[in-house]
């Protein structure tokens, strides 16, 4: 079974600084999707970046990039320029692409908190 | 664009008395559709998906069901809820094909406090 790890329950950094949120996720399969989805206060999820396991190149959004290592199995999250609206909790995700009805296995989550 | 609705927002229900949360995507058609439970903490709980009418694949043994009446409404029920009913639920979509196969977005999510 698919398993998808967050070491880190908190992290912290000063406003305008870059931080990185680790992922570790143990699969089988050769091609599925990574995610990293940000959930605010409001609670709602939103989708922050799609990582496709057969694309060597990593996935960037603006001032959020992953570093993908398939082989080591870890899907980094790097927040770059940080603001006070990046305060949120942070779940990483894994997605077969067969069969399994594309559900989502979750990481335990990060809060990241922003400093002024 | 497509949008996802689940409703009610908020919901206080009584141990033994029924649940109905409902969810439904516009704009599109033939989706992925999900029901995920967050309880208190973190970690987010694949209760139910359906990747049609009336096909229900249940994730974990519990007091609560699933139903797709129609392709674009997705249903959550119990008959008679328990304490540890509680939580915070999600209901999601994703699409089975396209640029964007495969991923999954969430509706606003209901919280339901059982008492």
């Known amino acids: 079974a698919q398993t998808v790890t967050q070491s880190q329950p908190e992290m912290s950094v000063q406003e305008a600084e870059t931080v990185t949120l680790s992922c570790t996720y143990d699969?089988?399969?050769?091609?599925?999707?990574l995610f990293w989805y940000k959930q605010p206060p409001s609670r709602q999820m939103i989708l922050v970046i799609r990582?496709?396991?057969?694309?060597?190149q990593n996935a960037t959004e603006n001032r959020f990039s992953v570093n993908f290592q398939k082989a080591a199995k870890s899907f980094s999250l790097k927040i770059s320029d940080s603001q006070l609206g990046d305060a949120a909790m942070y779940f990483c995700?894994?997605?077969?692409?067969?069969?399994?009805?594309?559900?989502?296995?979750f990481g335990q989550g990060t809060e990241l908190s922003v400093k002024p | 664009s497509q949008t996802i609705h689940q409703w009610p927002a908020t919901l206080v229900q009584p141990v033994g008395s029924p649940l109905s949360l409902e969810c439904t995507v516009e704009?599109?058609?033939?989706?992925?559709l999900y029901w995920y439970r967050q309880a208190a903490g973190r970690g987010l709980q694949l209760l139910f998906y359906?990747?049609?009418?009336?096909?229900i694949s249940s994730e974990v043994p519990q007091n609560l069901s699933a139903s797709r009446p129609q392709d674009r409404q997705f249903i959550l029920s119990s008959k008679k809820l328990l304490l540890s009913d509680s939580g915070f639920y999600l209901c999601?979509?994703?699409?089975?094909?396209?640029?964007?196969?495969?991923?999954?977005?969430f509706g606003e999510g209901s919280w339901l406090t059982v008492v």
């Open positions: 999601a979509w994703s699409p089975k094909t396209g640029i964007m196969g495969n991923t999954i977005y």
């Open positions: 359906s990747v049609g009418i009336g096909q």
């Open positions: 699969t089988s399969e050769s091609d599925y999707y």
């Open positions: 990582q496709e396991a057969y694309k060597q």
């Open positions: 995700a894994y997605s077969a692409i067969y069969n399994q009805g594309g559900k989502l296995i």
């Open positions: 704009g599109t058609s033939n989706p992925n």
